[in-house]
């Protein structure tokens, strides 16, 4: 299986020892030719600005959208659970998505306090013990369509919760980072929607 990683920016090198440790083979992505023969995408986190910008300065933006129309599976972290969005609030009007999941999302959600932090998520998603979670600058999935799957949250300080991994179909998105912290986990559960096709 051949996954593919956005490498315009973010983490590259850390997805791909992640994804190679859930028994994938990584390739990073930069030119639309690299897209052909791929069986799903990262994207990583990053700038979703610059991530967007990028994209199309490589030509890459059309290609990548048509790709996820016709079905690529793809994983989104952080700025890349961004670029995934149908739907942002509080981000510049002209920024726009690949879009192909159901969801709103707010950038930048968890204050300024808490720019950084890190959480353990209990979910039976990823079973036991707790995933040691990294959140920097992150977004969070503010509303969602009946197709989507809520598949972690994190306690806001009124006892509501923060959405922060959800899944549609073959579409995964976390607004964390599991790449850095060297549990695989969340890119395994990634791996394993990829080969049971959605
Ligand atoms: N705050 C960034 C954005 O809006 C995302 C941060 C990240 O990917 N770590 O794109």
Redesign the pocket.
């Known amino acids: 299986m051949i996954i593919g990683i956005l490498a315009l920016q973010g983490d590259v090198r850390e997805h791909a020892a992640a994804l190679e440790t859930a028994g994938a083979i990584a390739r990073p992505v930069r030119r639309p030719s690299e897209l052909v023969g791929l069986d799903g995408l990262v994207i990583p986190?990053?700038?979703?600005?610059t991530i967007d910008k990028l994209s199309r300065a490589f030509e890459l933006r059309e290609p990548l959208v048509a790709a996820l129309r016709s079905g690529l599976p793809a994983y989104g972290s952080?700025?890349g659970m961004?670029m995934l969005a149908d739907r942002l609030v509080d981000a510049p009007d002209d920024q726009q998505t690949f879009g192909g999941l159901d969801i709103t999302v707010r950038?930048?959600a968890f204050g300024r306090q808490t720019d950084s932090f890190e959480a353990d998520l209990d979910t039976p998603w990823l079973a036991e013990p707790a995933f040691r979670a990294v959140f920097?600058?992150?977004?969070e999935v503010v509303a969602s369509g009946p197709e989507v799957e809520v598949l972690a949250t994190v306690p806001r300080p009124d006892g509501s919760e923060h959405v922060v991994a959800v899944r549609q179909g073959s579409l995964l998105a976390t607004s964390f980072?599991p790449e850095v912290g060297g549990d695989p986990r969340v890119h395994a559960r990634f791996v394993a929607l990829v080969r049971a096709g959605g």
């Open positions: 986190g990053g700038e979703s600005t952080c700025a961004i950038r930048n920097i600058r992150a977004p980072h």
